[in-house]
Nanobody
Framework: QVQLVESGGGLVQAGGSLRLSCAASGSIFSINDMGWYRQALGKTRDLIATITSGGRISYADSVKGRFTISRDNAKNTVFLQMDSLKPEDTAMYSC???????????????WGQGTQVTVSS
């Protein structure tokens, strides 16, 4: 079994910063991609950042230049540094990881429960 737990969300003013963390634990053999989604109320869920085990990174246009994704492979943890936050960044942020479980045959996506980010104007 694999668990992902996000932390670091909260309420900030426009222009401020937050750093989200997501730690994966459990019966993990290896992790390939990790990344972040966000979903505001009444909106679609959008992939905003992803990073491979080798460090290849991609961003959604909406966050490019403001958000930075990174990871610590030894700790099975992915981070999202969010700078210059805007009210439209308000959403539930969820992390995911492509995990090969110990004794398993395939990698599957696992999700955290999410952490709320609210940006006030």
């Amino acid at each position: 079994q694999v668990q992902l737990v996000e932390s670091g969300g909260g309420l900030v003013q426009a222009g401020g910063s937050l750093r989200l963390s997501c730690a994966a634990s459990g019966s993990i053999f290896s992790i390939n991609d990790m990344g972040w989604y966000r979903q505001a109320l009444g909106k679609t869920r959008d992939l905003i950042a992803t990073i491979t085990s080798g460090g290849r990174i991609s961003y959604a246009d909406s966050v490019k230049g403001r958000f930075t994704i990174s990871r610590d492979n030894a700790k099975n943890t992915v981070f999202l540094q969010m700078d210059s936050l805007k009210p439209e960044d308000t959403a539930m942020y969820s992390c995911y990881a492509e995990v090969l479980v110990r004794g398993g045959d395939y990698e599957y996506d696992y999700w955290g429960q999410g952490t709320q980010v609210t940006v006030s104007s």
